[in-house]
């Protein structure tokens, strides 16, 4: 905990230097941690392949930076509160010498079952602390973890391990959320039946449910650690060997694996948290994001434990048993940093203040928001009754691909401005770009936000597609990463994220491809084509509108029709992209070349009855007359 930056001078004068000199910046960073073998080359770069290296010939195991590192002085210090999702079920805690120990034993166990440096390990798992222990151990025997949220269904679950080739799964029976139970194991079922690479199933048993169990092939994780050491001598890991994968969804196609490396996401990661939560010895941190997002892996697991911090891992969700669970979990731990995503706070605003007034929220320090744009509205309730007036905000933009924050004040150092993230990072070069390529550098004018210098975490390929990584971020802009948001730059040099510029759509945070969407949809025995759009959602940031082109239907109830494609999305993907509105329609906006306009579709779910702009190339216009007129 010694990478703090202390005042907002020092920030301005750090920042100079990370662009001035970025490798002896990043290389004096990057000492504190600790290393088997020192590096060659703090960095080798060009963004055209790409290809970017980091500390490359460094040799290192980030566990033992995030555990055995920090043993002698932090053996008996609390790593993570557990707060189950049920209010009256007791809570557990791990200190970090329980945790290395257990990270020890569940290693050895992926050791017997034939794990190896390098194989992929697919994580499926509920908010309990084994599922931190399960990506450790991954991260200590040199395996990729690959971390899908347990939301998603069978068959994207089935379409990553594929594509992953994983050979192992760690699962739970079942997971508790909010009055519901989900049963996982069963998911996993369907999802492994035809993936050949699977070797094992790992499964937790989280609620009791005594799943059956695949003679062979399954294993309870209690008697696969049983009896095993609590030591295991950590993989040396080259810096820019793989630590993990994470899909995240595109303008097109599947999901893309996006992978980091274990020295550059470490320095990163660790960097980022302290000095954006401006982190202090003793404090308590609360992320209340799922480890199965990149929020989850870079803010819960990785940054706060490399930097020895404390912090909560919670099983629930923020409405259960009543709007005021949050409140709640800040009082009975004295959580000092408070880090969620606006879609939480709109459903929390809509409750009311009665809930947050019973609860003593004066721990905190700095409160956080990450994952979409932050309204005006949400910014000052969050401001004046979480933060009572006293707590700055910090707007943390990132992505999945950046693997930390990238633009966001510091604690309280930062000056703020509501709905305006702020400014870069120490390392971060942001630029906004012209539809042209040219830098736009007068202020309060929208660009393309792109990068234009590398940073410890950038992400480094999309798992077994180079070419797919340099064509989605590398190629828009040559000699840029592109990031797909907009953005505008004030007076200040604060930025402003307006949103994504491509098909990709943000729902409660959670990033889904338009295509994806309409790829599940077209499954369904009705479809014949679809088109989705997002259009503003009061709390979900953004709502899926899917427009429908439907077959066999004339004797089918609308109800019945709309029912049956919902489904097929649940199961395509998962129930969390579930359209918020279905419009069955006789045909498509296209153009003579066969294109569909979305930008018309877009305006339509928005509400706008004409105005459509250049309408000319439509090959027949008279079908958006049709749609607006079916959409009222
Ligand atoms: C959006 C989540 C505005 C943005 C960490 C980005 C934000 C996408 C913010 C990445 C923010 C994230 N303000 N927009 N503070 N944070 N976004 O990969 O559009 O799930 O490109 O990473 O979320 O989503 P992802």
Not at 74 to 93: C, H, L, S
Not at 168 to 193: F, Y
Not at 488 to 498: L, P, T, W
Request: with cysteine.
């Amino acid at each position: 905990m010694n990478l703090r930056i202390k005042s907002f001078e020092e920030y301005q004068s750090k920042y100079q230097e990370s662009i001035e000199n970025p490798e002896e910046f990043w290389g004096a960073i990057a000492e504190t941690f600790s290393w088997q073998k020192k590096w060659d080359k703090t960095l080798d770069w060009n963004f055209s392949e790409p290809k970017i290296n980091w500390f490359k010939g460094g040799k290192l195991n980030i566990t033992e930076n995030l555990l055995d590192r920090h043993l002698p002085e932090r053996a008996e210090q609390v790593a993570f509160y557990w707060e189950p999702n049920d209010i009256n079920a007791e809570g557990k805690t791990i200190t970090y010498q329980e945790l290395h120990d257990q990270v020890c034993q569940l290693s050895n166990g992926l050791k017997e079952l034939g794990v190896q440096k390098g194989d992929r390990v697919c994580i499926y798992m509920p908010m309990v602390l084994e599922s931190v222990v399960a990506i450790l151990a991954c991260a200590r025997v040199g395996a990729v973890h690959s971390i899908i949220f347990a939301g998603f269904s069978s068959n994207a679950l089935a379409d990553r391990i594929d594509d992953a080739k994983a050979k192992l799964v760690i699962t739970a029976d079942g997971l508790n959320r909010g009055t519901k139970q989900v049963d996982l194991k069963s998911m996993v079922d369907e999802g492994v039946k035809n993936c050949s690479s699977i070797e094992n199933v790992i499964v937790l048993n989280c609620i009791n449910s005594q799943p059956n169990m695949k003679e062979g092939r399954d294993i309870d994780y209690h008697t696969l650690i049983k009896g095993k050491s609590s030591t295991f001598a950590a993989e040396p890991m080259d810096a820019e060997d793989m630590l993990f994968i994470l899909y995240t969804s595109g303008s097109t196609g599947k999901p893309k694996g996006v992978v980091h490396t274990c020295g550059g996401y470490m320095v990163y990661t660790s960097y980022s948290f302290e000095n954006v939560f401006q982190y202090n010895e003793g404090d308590v941190f609360w992320c209340t994001a799922d480890i199965g997002w990149i929020t989850g892996h870079s803010y819960i697991v990785y940054g706060p434990l490399l930097s020895g911090a404390s912090s909560i891992i919670f099983e629930g969700v923020p409405t259960y048993p009543d709007a005021g669970r949050f409140w709640q979990v800040c009082e009975k731990y004295k959580v000092n940093q408070f880090y969620t995503a606006p879609t939480a706070i709109r459903t929390l605003m809509a409750h009311g203040l009665d809930v947050v007034n019973q609860y003593d929220l004066s721990s905190l320090k700095v409160i956080g928001s990450v994952g979409e744009p932050i309204n005006e509205e949400a910014w000052n309730w969050y401001y004046e009754n979480i933060g009572k007036n006293n707590c700055p905000i910090v707007d943390t933009w990132w992505q999945t691909e950046t693997g930390g924050i990238m633009l966001s004040g510091l604690g309280d150092l930062s000056p703020m401005n509501p709905t305006h993230a702020g400014y870069p990072l120490p390392g971060i070069q942001p630029v906004l770009l012209d539809a042209d390529g040219n830098e736009i550098t007068e202020n309060e004018k929208e660009g393309y936000l792109c990068m234009k210098f590398p940073w410890p975490s950038i992400l480094r390929t999309t798992y077994g597609d180079h070419d797919r990584c340099k064509n989605t971020y590398f190629s828009n802009y040559d000699g840029y990463y592109f990031t797909g948001d907009g953005a505008k730059r004030d007076k200040n040099g604060m930025y402003r994220i307006i949103g994504r510029v491509d098909d990709v759509i943000n729902v409660s945070g959670h990033r889904f491809g338009t295509a994806e969407i309409e790829d599940a949809l077209n499954t369904n025995e009705f479809a014949i084509e679809s088109a989705v759009v997002g259009y503003p959602h009061d709390i979900k940031g953004q709502g899926i509108y899917a427009y429908v082109v439907v077959e066999n239907a004339t004797n089918k109830e609308l109800s019945e029709i709309t029912a049956s494609l919902t489904e097929s999305v649940s199961q395509g993907i998962g129930r969390i992209a579930k359209p918020d509105k279905i419009q069955i329609v006789t045909g498509l906006p296209k153009t003579r070349s066969g294109k569909i306009m979305r930008r018309i579709l877009r305006k339509i779910a928005e509400g706008e009855q004409s105005n459509f702009g250049d309408t000319s190339t439509l090959l027949d216009p008279s079908v958006v007359d049709e749609i607006v007129k079916e959409s009222l």
